[in-house]
């Protein structure tokens, strides 16, 4: 997944920023066009939680919009709440919420809202009682994840529960969903399980008399490798931000990297053989050497466990990080013979040749990229591009 034609920020925007993840919106369409290609007969639903997986709600959200997207998603009511005041008018859902949860302000706003048990439907039809208008509601079954959703006969009373309400106007059961366990294991015998599941649920509510208006449940893993499950809406996340939710199988379906986290060293110097660097002396260098600070930490989601693992480009040099990630900094040894200078750009991941990707971070802190790029502090700038500039 190299990419040279990625849009890059003129220095003049990155001079004097510590760290900063750049994030290339005309990547972030290419990929929602993509993913609708490959599901041409479904809706598309762009996942935007947790301030769109670090890389910006609003301006991600614009421009999957700009893309085609006909729903955005959101895990919670607040993200939704932002997305309108932001000036947003696309369908829009969001699915976690707990006793108290503010149903009126998603039903002034035209925010569907899901519901897994009986007692949700209760508050979602007080606030459309009180606040007059028709709550749009998407059941969610639980057809095997063993997370949300109503469970085996809980399903059919959910359902039950639901009718009353849709016969009196105060809600219309226009979704109904459900999401997978393992759909980034193509082979796993639980995908078709969780579709059969789904399929008859979808039934059942239908024999109780519900018409909605759309079935889904078909994530990035599923909408790239599970064509049977794309039914009326898909709602991918991870692939929509360019990286893969099934590394394991050798194919960026074309996608392309969104977000490029950089730094610039804030100090170059010399030490000796045998200096330890950083808590602890994790690191010792062997021979005299040149080490570059670079001002990102555990703060900006840099984990703690890439101590010493950490992939990093500075110039042509690909390395490790040296040492102890820090709160605010870590070291890199630049080599013996380094011409770098404090100013220079380090890449932790991006997308051009060379460069490690979010999935190489993952992989070498034993987590999945998700949690790289959500992680990425708050602290970090943002910077959206949508057109080709120069390197900085
Ligand atoms: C996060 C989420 C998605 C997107 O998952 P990806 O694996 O990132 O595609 C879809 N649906 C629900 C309910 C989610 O919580």
């Not at 579709?195 to 889904?216: D, I, T």
């Not at 390395?319 to 200078?341: H, K, N, W, Y």
């Amino acid at each position: 997944m190299t990419h040279t034609d990625a849009p890059t920020p003129t220095r003049a925007v990155t001079d004097g920023l510590t760290v900063w993840a750049e994030v290339d919106l005309s990547a972030l369409e290419h990929n929602v066009r993509t993913l609708r290609a490959l599901a041409p007969r479904s809706q598309f639903m762009a996942v935007v939680k947790a301030d769109a997986y670090g890389h910006g709600l609003v301006p991600v959200a614009r421009a999957a919009v700009r893309a085609g997207a006909e729903w955005l998603g959101v895990a919670q009511l607040g993200e939704a709440v932002a997305l309108r005041e932001a000036g947003l008018t696309t369908r829009l859902l969001t699915w976690l919420s707990v006793p108290g949860t503010d149903f009126a302000a998603a039903l002034s706003r035209d925010i569907d809202v899901a519901a897994s048990a009986p007692w949700v439907l209760d508050e979602i039809a007080a606030a459309a009682r009180a606040t007059g208008r028709t709550a749009r509601v998407h059941l969610k079954v639980d057809t095997g994840l063993g997370r949300g959703g109503a469970y085996g006969a809980d399903w059919g009373a959910l359902v039950r529960h639901a009718r009353p309400l849709e016969v009196e106007g105060a809600i219309a059961v226009v979704g109904i969903w459900t999401h997978f366990a393992l759909a980034d294991s193509p082979e796993h015998p639980t995908v078709l399980a969780q579709q059969e599941r789904f399929f008859e649920a979808v039934a059942e509510a239908e024999r109780e008399g519900c018409r909605p208006e759309v079935r889904h449940l078909a994530n990035s893993a599923a909408t790239l490798v599970h064509p049977s499950a794309h039914a009326d809406l898909v709602r991918p996340g991870i692939a929509m931000y360019g990286l893969s939710p099934v590394p394991q199988i050798d194919d960026d379906f074309g996608l392309r990297p969104v977000m490029s986290l950089r730094a610039r060293l804030a100090l170059v110097k010399r030490i000796p053989a045998g200096q330890g660097v950083s808590y602890g002396h994790a690191y010792v260098p062997d021979v005299d050497t040149t080490v570059g600070l670079v001002p990102a930490g555990y703060a900006d989601g840099v984990p703690r466990n890439a101590t010493n693992v950490g992939p990093l480009r500075v110039g042509d040099l690909r390395t490790t990080i040296a040492g102890r990630v820090c709160m605010d900094q870590f070291v890199v040894d630049l080599g013996p013979e380094s011409g770098a200078e404090a100013g220079d750009v380090v890449t932790l991941f991006g997308s051009g040749p060379g460069e490690p990707t979010a999935q190489d971070w993952a992989d070498a802190t034993d987590t999945i990229s998700y949690e790289i790029v959500t992680r990425v502090g708050a602290r970090v700038p943002r910077l959206h591009l949508d057109g080709p500039g120069e390197h900085p």
